[in-house]
């Protein structure tokens, strides 16, 4: 009996030199942990001549050591699927018509690149070949197949089901799955208020542990009680449940193709109460179709014709990146229009693109006059050396879901939402009446939209108990200062263009609106989560210590309760990998 007792004092001294070594490190990262109970208990339970008792400890330690570090693997599989799918190499296509294995980042804007079948697309560019078909489910969760012709985009990420050729037309930095990983990379590393919080009471509970324990001891006058009051405020995982919690959110989010960039965001929006939306792509489908041309008086007198006027769209549209820019586009290739060389092109966020054809300046922008418009209908200017030649009308409509989402907004608790829009106030209102959102914001520049948002943001920062977060959402390329500017910004990726605003704070990958709402109800969910399993952890040890300071409790017993403890509260915080029953 004395051999083993020596050998379980021989364990609990090496499970105090573990813990030890583990708050030096704790203390080197400027962190306080709860391993510094787990020392002072075992050392309890040695001064006590409880061997046993400290062998449970130990064990028991360790296990939530265990148990935390695959609470974490669980939580992070779906982004380590996503971060193991990142293409390392491309075959790139030399002059001669060889072909080379090189390292993405040493493929250089214009490149002519192959992908075979099974291959992840290594970078975005501009399909070569007459067709390919993608499997694009990493980059938007949608599992149906895309067909791509000649000059449609090709997004990084993407899964080649047939061999095709493009041409690079970003480096990888740049690309759309690179960029998706590192917004995901930036938010795993990042650490929710809440979490933080969880952090800070380490220590107050360290104290408040010891407060108990020590009582016990004075009051009774038996150093038993103070170490089996210790035993049930070990050990560490206790509040690792709350960024367990959220990194199982972030997970699921990742998974229904919801990219947050930071885990504070998931905290912010469980208190917004106003939103924002942009119309056109975001309210609206942004698959606008060519309804009809006008051309001027003065686009007659100077001899243009309906063909001349899509040639110059077509030369300028292609360098935009408005939303317009592929109705406009593909209209002018149905009406034969030939690609003429384009010079000192610019985009005017707000406004249009303008730049020289031959020897005239183009511009094709916002309508400069006013223009009679039916229902539903935008137009668009086309100038020539200052003279509006002519106006091209387009029609637009609501997303199927566009109306639900603003209904589950309202019954979800969010007070305002309106429209910001630099639309004319007809268009607006005819898409507004449609989804029903009352407030419209029309006409708006961008600078305008700032000085909207900033007015309620400082209307918010004073009532912010009463009012909450503001959130925008939008296409996140022209929208990009006010998503900055705004508590939450949502950017909306269509196919062309997933690479999300920089300053957006949630991207959406699918071509789903609704996804809007799925990431409130994850996030509250995951708060919820979060908060009752450090409540439930902090809760149920507090109880038993009390119980055991009036010496219920055995040390022993104690150990294996409080690690029962542990387990519920990781288990708990777990929960937040599964969808809310609301979206199922």
């Known amino acids: 009996m004395e051999f083993i007792s020596n050998l379980l004092l021989v364990v609990d001294i090496i ?10 490190k704790q203390l080197k990262s400027k962190e306080f942990g709860l391993d510094f109970l787990a020392i002072v208990a075992i050392m309890a339970t040695i001064l006590n001549g409880e061997y046993l008792a400290g062998l449970v400890v130990v064990i028991m330690s360790f296990t939530g050591d265990f148990l935390e570090n695959y609470a974490g693997k669980r939580a992070e599989k779906d982004l380590k699927l996503l971060l193991s799918k990142v293409p390392e190499s491309a075959r790139r296509i030399l002059e001669n ?26 970078l975005d560019g501009i399909l070569v070949s007459e067709n390919a078909v ?17 000059s449609d985009t090709i997004l990084s990420g993407s899964i080649a089901l047939t061999s095709f050729k493009y041409n690079a037309s970003a480096v990888a930095s ?3 799955y690179q960029q998706i990983v590192k917004l995901t990379q930036i938010a795993k590393g990042s650490k929710a208020p809440v979490v933080k919080l969880a952090n800070r009471i380490s220590l107050p509970f360290t104290i408040l542990s010891l407060l108990i324990a020590f009582s016990a001891w004075f009051i009774s006058g038996d150093f038993s009680r103070f170490a089996q009051v210790l035993v049930l405020a070990t050990p560490c995982p206790l509040l690792i449940a709350a960024p367990v919690a959220f990194l199982a959110g972030l997970s699921i989010c990742a998974k229904r193709g919801i990219i947050i960039r930071e885990t504070n965001t998931i905290q912010a929006l469980t208190k917004v109460k106003v939103a924002a939306f942009d119309k ?6 942004g698959q606008l179709s060519y309804e009809r041309i ?3 008086e003065d686009g007659v007198n100077l001899g243009f014709s309906k063909y001349d006027v899509f040639e110059f769209v077509y030369a300028l549209e292609l360098y935009s990146n408005h939303i317009l820019r592929d109705s406009l586009v593909n209209t002018a290739k149905a009406l034969g229009a030939t690609t003429k060389v384009a010079s000192n092109v610019q985009e005017i966020p707000g406004v249009g693109v303008r730049g020289t054809v031959g020897n005239q300046h183009i511009r094709v922008q916002k309508p400069t006059t006013v223009v009679t418009l039916l229902s539903g209908e935008m137009a668009v200017e086309v100038e020539v050396d200052g003279v509006p030649i002519a106006y091209i009308f387009l029609v637009d409509s609501a997303r199927d879901e566009a109306k639900s989402v ?3 907004l309202k019954c979800a608790g969010i007070s305002h939402i309106l429209m910001l829009t630099g639309d004319r106030q007809e268009t607006a209102q005819y898409i507004a009446q449609k989804v029903g959102i009352e407030d419209i914001r029309s006409g708006l520049l961008p600078h305008q939209k700032l000085e909207i ?3 309620i943001k400082h209307f918010c920062e004073i009532h912010g108990h009463h009012v909450g977060n503001v959130m925008v959402v939008g296409d996140g390329i022209n929208d990009a200062p006010v998503l900055s500017l705004a508590d939450i910004g949502v950017a909306i990726a269509s196919r062309e263009k997933t690479v999300a605003s920089q300053a957006a704070d949630v991207v959406i990958m699918r071509d789903n609106l609704f996804l809007v709402c799925e990431s409130i109800l994850i996030s509250k969910r995951t708060m919820s989560i979060a908060k009752q399993s450090m409540i439930m952890g902090i809760g149920f040890s507090i109880i038993f210590m009390f119980i055991a300071a009036f010496g219920f409790i055995p040390a022993v017993i104690g150990a294996v309760i409080q690690e029962i403890i542990d387990v519920i509260a990781i288990l708990n915080g777990l929960r937040a990998r599964t969808l809310p029953r609301s979206i199922l």
């Open 174 to 176: 740049e690309s759309s």
């Open 453 to 455: 948002v900033k007015g």
């Open 134 to 150: 993608l499997d694009e489910s990493s980059l938007t969760g949608e599992s149906i197949h895309v067909d791509k012709n000649s």
């Open 280 to 285: 056109t792509g975001t309210i609206t489908k």
């Open 294 to 296: 006008s051309i001027t």
């Open 97 to 122: 018509g060889s072909v080379e294995f090189v390292q993405v980042d040493d493929v250089q804007v214009g490149d002519l690149l192959a992908v075979q079948v099974g291959d992840v697309v290594p």
């Open 15 to 24: 499970g105090v030199v573990y813990f030890l070594v583990e708050i030096l």
């Open 406 to 408: 603003v209904e589950f």
